[in-house]
């Protein structure tokens, strides 16, 4: 199977079937799944379907990558399977008795086993991501998180070799999931570095034997085609070559444009075939296209569009592009500002027309944006000068759960109105204030019209352009 050349192009626009084949109780359940997708990079759902008399329904799944695709029983139940692009599953449950409705799933066909691997470990990887979340404690040293990262991998190959010594896995994807354990925790140890210096403000001194798996894991690695943690290490590894402590200050689009040529020169030099092709496409539509930076990503396509093994991916890219350009709003000064309707930390709605006769400031912001985090302290001081001055900053985290604002907001003693964007709202205000790299700043008069849509930052200078906003009005 990864032998085959140019595997995900001829499985593009194949969606996955799921048979299931339920025991009813006479109530209505109902059943999606959710899954990732990479070209583009993409979180989705598929349709609903209502499950309640005794037979057959089918469920159609548009991954184009194959992995985990997490079924969601009356969002209640979680069912982990994996799905091969344009494969089918069959899947037998019960309902007759509500407590064991999971415990009644049943895998049959040729990914029979490989399903009962990712169902079965379910438990104990939930338990490993458990402890993973942990490390991030400011009480633990390196040295600390190295035993505990190296013994969660020793634990997933053992459970993996276990499973397949009772239930034979097919061969390809036992190496898939060796290098998805691998590299992902090669990547978690590279970021852990980064966070801990960055977010934690730690001097660590890094033991010597810290990065020893990391160092004998070879870059271009065929057995990680179908893992996305072997990607991301890809990515992780070449960005830590040649980031900078000036570059990670610097704006997104300017870190953007020295970073970018340079990750993808690295890539073009040591990966081969459909995997160069991936990871070359992978960079460019989660980067500038994400962000919407397409004069760079026109750029970046133009420049390594003969590096290619199959022009397929180029042509994914320039339609990518071309559909993030049409998405762009180009917000005028004097412009009216979006409105918007999302919650606060307590889940009560504010819109943008309840600050009407103030000065507004919106922080479009991620949890895991480092530039994000390094603003908070001077978003304070902005907000002490002109706290006389009716001035009101509001921040609004974008892509994170709710949970992770919270736990964000409190971390960082984030000032100001906090809101969640979640689901379309997301896309809309993305979409409305052309926000590309975060964070985005957005300066807003008394009379809701936008001043400024990319306004200085809090750290280089938007105080200025307030007192000029308020000597003026």
């Not at 415990?103 to 079965?120: H, T």
């Not at 010597?208 to 990391?214: P, Q, W």
């Not at 160092?215 to 990607?231: A, K, M, Q, R």
């Not at 992780?236 to 980031?243: D, E, H, L, Q």
């Amino acid at each position: 199977m990864q032998d085959s050349t140019d595997y995900f192009i001829s499985h593009l626009n194949k969606p996955t079937i799921v048979i299931l084949r339920v025991t009813p109780d006479g109530n209505t359940h109902k059943i999606y799944g959710n899954y990732r997708n990479i070209f583009p990079y993409s979180i989705k759902n598929t349709d609903t379907v209502s499950l309640k008399l005794a037979g057959s329904y089918a469920l159609f799944c548009k991954n184009d990558f194959p992995g985990k695709v997490y079924l969601l029983l009356d969002d209640t139940i979680s069912i982990p399977t994996f799905l091969l692009p344009g494969d089918t599953i069959f899947i037998s449950l019960s309902f007759l008795d509500p407590k064991t409705v999971k415990q009644s799933v049943q895998f049959d066909g040729e990914l029979a086993s490989i399903n009962k691997y990712i169902f079965q470990s379910e438990s104990i990887f939930n338990k490993i991501q458990f402890a993973k979340n942990q490390l991030s404690n400011d009480v633990l040293e390196l040295p600390d998180i190295k035993r505990t990262l190296d013994s969660i991998r020793i634990v997933s190959l053992q459970y993996l070799d276990e499973f397949n010594s009772r239930s034979k896995l097919p061969e390809w994807f036992i190496k898939h999931i060796r290098a998805g354990i691998n590299y992902g925790n090669a990547s978690l140890k590279m970021n852990l570095v980064s966070y801990r210096k960055s977010m934690m403000h730690k001097n660590d001194i890094i033991p010597m034997d810290y990065f020893d798996t990391i160092n004998i894991l070879p870059v271009y690695n065929p057995d990680g085609i179908f893992s996305y943690e072997y990607y991301y290490f890809v990515d992780t590894y070449a960005w830590s070559k040649y980031i900078t402590p000036d570059l990670e200050k610097a704006d997104v689009l300017d870190r953007f444009k020295v970073m970018l040529p340079k990750c993808l020169s690295f890539a073009d030099s040591l990966l081969k075939g459909e995997i160069k092709d991936i990871f070359l496409y992978w960079t460019i539509v989660n980067n500038p296209i994400t962000e919407n930076f397409n004069d760079l990503a026109d750029t970046l396509i133009a420049s390594y569009k003969d590096k290619f093994s199959n022009p397929k991916y180029e042509e994914l890219l320039v339609a990518a592009n071309n559909k993030s350009k049409l998405l762009v709003s180009h917000l005028e000064k004097g412009d009216k500002a979006p409105e918007f309707y999302l919650s606060n930390e307590k889940g009560e709605y504010v819109q943008l027309k309840d600050f009407k006769g103030k000065i507004i400031v919106l922080n479009f912001w991620a949890t895991w944006c480092k530039p994000c985090r390094m603003e908070v302290p001077a978003e304070e001081k902005l907000i002490e000068k002109f706290s006389d001055k009716d001035f009101q900053l509001v921040n609004i985290c974008l892509t994170d759960s709710l949970e992770d604002m919270v736990k964000a907001v409190k971390e960082l003693n984030m000032k100001g109105i906090n809101l969640y964007a979640q689901g379309n709202w997301v896309t809309t205000l993305r979409k409305n204030y052309n926000v590309g790299g975060i964070p985005h700043y957005v300066l807003i008069d008394r009379n809701g019209n936008i001043l400024d849509n990319y306004s200085r930052q809090p750290s280089t200078g938007l105080d200025k352009d307030i007192e000029a906003l308020i000597k003026n009005n």
